[in-house]
């Protein structure tokens, strides 16, 4: 079937439902898709501290629910199909969700990023078998036992600190010898008795067959190899963008994420981007916020525009 919406969202993260807020009030025709629950990663997220509004910080469930309730409540239509296809062009947007084919005047892709993978021996065996990329979600696992946590930016830091909550130590494998995170959070980490540092270092494979039992380690400084018997490893070393559905139809960055102008406009007029699959400085929620509240003006504006050119 077709039908024909004013716009639509795709992606149910801050940035997906921030757009979806707006344009819902906006009295605009609009349905957002998400494939996941409503909330993107930071679902998996424990506690955020540093958004807005919270001084004792929020869960990131918490969080979450609240500005999906308001999106709701202003009349957000939220649709938990999956995305097989676009067509984006300038004369028309059609969105493919399993059997249904769904015109709209104009788009805003808010389809956030995912966990980059280390590529090495013994990962793709062991993912969901000690190997994990949010401890939140497995972090109770393992409690009394050791764990790796790999990577030294915020994410990995903050993690690592959480994780000690549960478990006996977190061996914070880094390839540099100094983290990239914040201060405030290598101060807290560096006060963490639970972490120990290993600098300099990468993992070679990860051992294990039915589940991990250790992981093997590389000095990048001496050549030594050496091995820690952990039980879990948790990977942080960055995202990559959820783009292959526009990466033939959209101008992305060298690293994949989609180039955007001040007003989030895409290279395709009506298309817009927001949050993390956006190429940007900086990732967190509040500037995902932001992004998707431009991208939905942005839009509200384009669509003005177009009915103005058909008068």
């Not at 930071?42 to 004792?56: A, I, R």
């Amino acid at each position: 079937m077709t039908n024909m919406y004013d716009v639509i969202i795709l992606g149910g993260g801050p940035a997906g439902l921030t757009a979806g807020l707006y344009n819902a009030r906006a009295r605009l025709k609009v349905v957002l898709y998400e494939r996941l629950a409503p909330g993107g990663q930071v679902l998996t997220t424990d506690w955020v501290e540093n958004y807005p509004g919270f001084p004792e910080g929020v869960s990131g469930f918490e969080l979450m629910d609240r500005m999906k309730n308001q999106a709701e409540k202003f009349g957000l239509e939220i649709r938990n199909d999956e995305i097989v296809r676009l067509d984006l062009s300038e004369s028309r947007k059609i969105i493919f969700a399993g059997d249904d084919q769904i015109e709209t005047r104009a788009v805003i892709i808010a389809c956030g990023a995912t966990w980059k993978r280390l590529g090495i021996e013994g990962e793709e065996r062991l993912i969901g078998k000690g190997i994990s990329f949010c401890a939140t979600c497995d972090g109770p696992f393992y409690r009394d036992q050791e764990v790796a946590v790999i990577g030294g930016g915020d994410t990995a830091v903050e993690e690592a600190i959480f994780l000690t909550r549960f478990v006996g130590k977190v061996y914070l494998v880094h390839r540099r010898d100094k983290l990239r995170a914040t201060k405030v959070i290598q101060e807290r980490a560096m006060a963490e008795e639970k972490i120990d540092f290993v600098w300099d270092t990468i993992p070679m494979r990860v051992l294990g067959e039915a589940g991990v039992e250790g992981i093997e380690l590389r000095n990048l400084k001496t050549g030594v190899i050496s091995r820690k018997a952990v039980k879990g490893v948790f990977v942080f070393i960055g995202t990559a963008p959820n783009t292959n559905l526009v990466k033939e139809q959209l101008k992305l960055d060298q690293s994949g994420f989609i180039v955007t102008d001040e007003r989030m406009q895409t290279s395709v007029p009506g298309v817009f981007a927001a949050g993390d699959v956006r190429s940007k400085l900086f990732r967190q929620i509040s500037t995902a916020v932001g992004e998707g509240a431009t991208a939905s003006y942005a839009a509200e504006k384009y669509l003005e525009g177009q009915l103005a050119a058909h008068q």
